[in-house]
């Protein structure tokens, strides 16, 4: 029950052909079977019953502290029988806290006795106090603590973070990740004095959730999935943070024992934040007053990965008065992706300069074929702007592969699509009370296009369209924005717009305030 992690590599030529080699410090010959691991943390694997290849999620690996976080996979994961006749690990602590001995010199002592005995813990970059989250003056000074003592004290439901720029990790671990807490908000945007959620202001204090882990070889390092949530259910908040500089370029491991995980690995997309439900659980969180800004998913070399700044698996989530900024994907959808069935909820929000290196510049929904249905995810849209975004293919906007996709009181303008439409279909859709303008696509077809059955059972209603499409009271009329240069962009209408009483009420959006909060 031992951990071999990030050691240096052995040349291949140090060994023969005959030697079984791992590279990251074991070797052996393929013909000496005295040598057994088990139960054992070994970087690039080991045969052996037990044994495991994923980060053990050490304390603070690069400065050599070497205990286990709350979230290691080796935590309870060592063999019983074969622990030392020591009762204790290294730090002189009582080994075999839950029964079953951990793998590697330290065992996690859990957290107990320090519950704060309140539901609200705050986090201060620049705390000097006490470091417990008790308050301001004593606040965590790394979200990180906050986030594992919330899921050890059930009474915790609110975390308060003050303005600055908070990492996963202090390392160049790109696996790390900010992991959700189901049933606990998370507030972002406070100067670190304030007592009520009523006085703090996100955008005059802003709150950093940054990928951006420095550098190594003169190379830049990103966390795969600067937040992630699985299995948060409608209880679980992020609201008033910058969410930036995530980078998914290849499968990001994840832990075995919390959270849940297939394989070792998370699904692959959101360089912001990913959210996934797995083993019959379920996710639906709240995410809003946010802004997600140069997210991206790369290329592993097979293929692009989806979702520049949010991927939905199996999940659901509700997305309100956020901003979707400079975000791209390998693949499709630049801002967010949405796969397999479930419920995208967006409001009052803005979609600008994201880009998709195939479809849906801004937001890709689709889902694999199961009995001739469909299997992806609900989608409501409403009070909302894109703008600007850019598909390399299809949608410069959006593309919608899903047969329960509602826009209501949205404005698309300026989007391109290097090939067809700026919204792209496969099934049908249904567009209330909004703007299509000054759009392109490569092949100067209509704003909406896709499969022909599809897009001829859409309902597109009393809606202002650019060249028109059919449907009941659309038009074709300049909308009279406020003002369209690219250095004063206002997409808010003047007195004589045509598009002023000329929706359809009983397709109102959900929210009594559009986007500008009128």
Known sequence: YFIIWRNGNLKNDEFDDDEFRN????????????????????????????????DPAFVDGASGDLRLTDISPAINAGLNTEATALATDLDGNTRLIDNTIDMGAYDFQEITGICPGTSKIFVDINSDGLNDGSSWGDAFSDLQDALALARSCDEVTEIWVAEGTYTP?????????????????????????????????????????????????????????????????STTLVDGFIIRDGSTYDDAICFDNEPFCTDGIYPNGGGG?????????????????????NNQNGSDGSGGYDGGAIYLERASATIQFCEFMNNSSCND???????????LTIKNSVFKNNVAGDDGGAIYVSGPLVDGKRQAPSVNIESSELFGNVSIASGGAMFSGSDDFVIRNATFFENTATEFGTINVILPIEIYNSIIWLNESGYSLPAITGAQEAVDSSIISHS????????????????????????????????????????????????????AGY
Do not use: M
């Not at 970087?43 to 037990?50: A, H, Q, V, Y």
């Not at 160049?172 to 049933?183: A, S």
């Not at 950093?208 to 259910?233: T, Y």
């Not at 045509?498 to 986007?515: H, K, M, V």
């Open 333 to 343: 959808g630049g801002a967010i992706s949405a796969f397999f069935e479930s419920r």
């Open 23 to 54: 590279d990251k410090g074991l070797a052996s010959d393929n013909d000496d079977d005295d040598l057994v691991i088990e139960y054992s943390i070994v970087e690039l694997g080991w045969p052996g019953e037990g044994n495991l290849d994923l």
């Open 169 to 233: 990790t202090s390392d160049l671990d790109d696996n790390v990740t900010f992991l959700l807490v189901n049933g606990v908000s998370l507030y972002g945007g406070f100067s670190g004095t304030e007592s009520s959620l009523s006085q703090r202001d996100w955008k005059a204090n802003p709150t950093i959730l940054s990928g951006d882990l420095g550098q190594a070889n003169n190379n830049p390092v990103n966390s795969k999935h600067v937040v992630v949530g699985i299995n948060v259910d």
């Open 464 to 515: 202002i369209i650019e060249g028109g499409f059919p449907g009941t009271n659309n038009l074709s009329s300049y909308p009279e924005f406020v003002d369209t240069t690219e250095t004063g962009l206002d997409l808010r209408l003047i007195v004589n717009s045509p598009a002023i009483n000329a929706g359809l009420n009983t397709e109102a959006p959900s929210t009594s305030s559009d986007i």
């Open 273 to 293: 934040l990913l959210i996934f439900s797995e083993d019959g659980g379920v996710s639906n969180p709240i995410i809003q007053y946010c802004r997600f800004e």
